[in-house]
Every structure is written in structure tokens, then in C-alpha cells.
């Protein structure tokens, strides 16, 4: 299972002025595209025991603060972002021959941003949300369906931001863009934040 590379490369005079037009040039060439999930990013946290963990997450907004998810604060990425600040993220746009990876640290989203995001969201997601002990071990499917019918009766009209549930910005301190090229000597392109904030970029061996 051997796939050659040989797409465009990415060089130094190509990049936008900051990572963030750069990747905001990037997700809408994989909108245009069809890349499916586009916006989807594998996030990696680790807990005070060091042992990683991963999971896909849909980015609900990126800003030049960072990248914003929303999720079950109580999760186990929730539990992890507050016992080990720091997150790992990919963007694997494989069809375009392209990834962006992300390291930063975690830091809350405003309360009020969250009831925003809540509220917009389809009102089986924010039953579903408002049910679901996400992480936590279950009897059944059926106990799940159980407490999204309570739910429902519950709230048959707005359905209320639960306290558990909230968002998260990773701040970036690394943003990556990687660019499939022939023969694996791919072209890696690095936005750095150096200890003074300032920006720079640095070109990585493949």
C-alpha cells in the first residue's frame, strides 16, 4: 500500500504573512475540494499519567487567538485538558496530499461564547449533548435512549447549555504545514512562536 506524491510543493515565498491566513487558505482549498470533515482534526491530550490518548473533533472556529472546539467538559479529553494543558492536533487532508499539525496549550472558552455555539446547534444535538455522561461506561444503548427521552421531556422546547458543557482554544505555539512530494522528500513548513511571541518560520527535514 504504496501511494506516490505529486502534488505542488510548498515553498517558503508560497506561505501567507501568518499561520493563520496560511491555514485558512489551506481549509478552504479542502472546502472547495470536497474534502470530507474538512474541519475535522484528530486531537491528542495526556493525563497527569502521561498516557495519550486521541480522538476526532470537529473545529468550530479559529481566530488569532487558536483553534475552538466545543465538548463534554467532563470527558476524557475534558478531564485531560485541565490536568495537562497542552494538546496535539491534526488535519489530515489526505486527498489534497497535505496535513497541518497543531502543538499548543488549552485555554477555556468564554462562557458566553459557548451558549452561543449551544444554542445554534440542531436541538437533537443539545438533547443529545445534555444526556450523554460522554466517556463514562454505560449499561446499554438502550440506557443512552433512555436519557435523551428524559431529556426531551424535560426541555420540549429550549434545551439549556448543560454546566459540563463548554469549549476549548488550543493556543498555538507550532503550526505545521506538511505538503506531499515526490519520492517522500516532502516539504515541511513550520510557524514557531519564540519565547518573545514573535513568529517565525523554519523549514523541517521530511
Do not use: C
Amino acid at each position: 500500500m504504496r501511494r506516490a506524491y505529486d502534488d505542488r510543493g510548498l515553498r517558503e515565498a508560497d506561505l501567507a504573512p501568518t499561520w493563520r491566513e496560511q491555514f485558512e487558505r489551506w481549509l478552504a482549498e479542502a472546502v472547495a475540494a470536497e474534502v470530507p470533515e474538512p474541519n475535522a482534526m484528530v486531537l491528542a491530550t495526556t493525563g497527569t499519567g502521561a498516557r495519550p490518548s486521541a480522538r476526532t473533533v470537529l473545529l468550530k472556529g479559529v481566530d488569532d487567538a487558536g483553534f475552538v472546539f466545543f465538548t463534554n467538559l467532563d470527558s476524557r479529553k475534558g478531564r485531560e485538558a485541565r490536568d495537562n494543558p497542552q494538546a496535539a492536533v491534526l488535519f489530515p487532508w489526505i486527498a489534497l496530499q497535505r496535513q497541518v499539525v497543531v502543538e499548543g496549550d488549552f485555554a477555556p472558552v468564554a462562557p458566553e461564547a459557548a451558549d452561543d455555539y449551544f444554542a445554534s446547534r440542531p436541538r437533537g444535538s443539545r438533547l443529545s449533548a445534555a444526556a450523554s455522561p460522554q466517556s463514562q461506561v454505560v449499561a446499554s444503548r438502550d440506557e443512552l435512549e433512555a436519557r435523551r427521552r428524559t431529556v426531551a421531556e424535560r426541555w420540549p422546547d429550549e434545551v439549556p447549555r448543560p454546566e459540563r458543557w463548554g469549549g476549548l482554544r488550543i493556543v498555538p505555539r507550532v503550526v505545521e504545514f506538511w505538503q506531499g512530494r515526490p519520492d517522500r522528500l516532502h516539504d515541511r513548513l513550520r510557524f514557531r512562536r519564540t519565547g518573545e511571541g514573535a513568529w517565525i518560520v523554519e523549514r523541517l527535514a521530511p
